[in-house]
T-cell receptor, first 114, second 108 residues
Framework: GAVVSQHPSRVICKSGTSVKIECRSL??????MFWYRQFPKQSLMLMAT?????????EQGVEKDKFLINHASLTLSTLTVTSAHPEDSSFYIC??????????FGDGTRLSIL | QKEVEQNSGPLSVPEGAIASLNCTYS??????FFWYRQYSGKSPELIMS????GDKEDGRFTAQLNKASQYVSLLIRDSQPSDSATYLC????????FGKGTRLHILP
């Protein structure tokens, strides 16, 4: 099946640090990539949708200056959490889709801000 | 607002029995329907997709779609302890919407 690679799998860093997470579709060209956040025992929360070569569409309540998304190619999207604080600690998951095909998820990044 | 509703559970099913997971959606024009499985601490994994009314079988899994009644279900036959997870229903027309998931617990 389709493979989506997400890196790193875990990040622990100090408050104020900016953290970049990469999401790559390995065996297909992703027209759309999605970024989700999930707190423990809660449901997935869509943060933003990005299409290659255009600006990301952010969901209501998600700060676009805080969570910078770049989708520079059909196989790579990045999420940068700028000046991260402890409340940004969460499980961040990307997914990718091609056309009308189902989304396939990366393995997620567990972010811990001290 | 478009919604996808699932019973949060937990749904407890004895090992070897059939687990039945249900999902209803609000948007009549939805065209694509998906079931994902998410183990605790892991990301979701696609297990079934269904696009037309009726049943679709894949191994122990059967997805059922009824567009007139706006529901989609997932049956898991011969349930195994390894099936214990949260199952997410997802519905798409212009964008994909996930339900909050049903926690399934298979009792050994």
């Amino acid at each position: 099946g389709a493979v989506v690679s997400q890196h790193p799998s875990r990040v622990i860093c100090k408050s104020g640090t900016s953290v970049k997470i990469e999401c790559r579709s390995l065996d297909f060209q992703a027209t759309t990539m999605f970024w989700y956040r999930q707190f423990p025992k809660q449901s997935l929360m869509l943060m933003a949708t990005s299409n290659e070569g255009s600006k990301a569409t952010y969901e209501q309540g998600v700060e676009k200056d805080k969570f910078l998304i770049n989708h520079a190619s059909l196989t790579l999207s990045t999420l940068t959490v700028t000046s991260a604080h402890p409340e940004d600690s969460s499980f961040y998951i990307c997914s990718a889709a091609w056309g009308d095909q189902p989304q396939h998820f990366g393995d997620g990044t567990r972010l811990s801000i001290l | 607002q478009k919604e996808v509703e699932q019973n949060s559970g937990p749904l407890s099913v004895p090992e070897g029995a059939i687990a039945s997971l249900n999902c209803t959606y609000s948007d009549r024009v939805s065209q694509s329907f998906f079931w994902y499985r998410q183990y605790s601490g892991k990301s979701p994994e696609l297990i079934m997709s269904i696009y037309s009314n009726g049943d679709k079988e894949d191994g122990r899994f059967t997805a059922q779609l009824n567009k007139a009644s706006q529901y989609v279900s997932l049956l898991i036959r011969d349930s195994q302890p390894s099936d214990s997870a949260t199952y997410l229903c997802a519905v798409r027309d212009d964008k994909i919407i996930f339900g909050k998931g049903t926690r399934l617990h298979i009792l050994p």
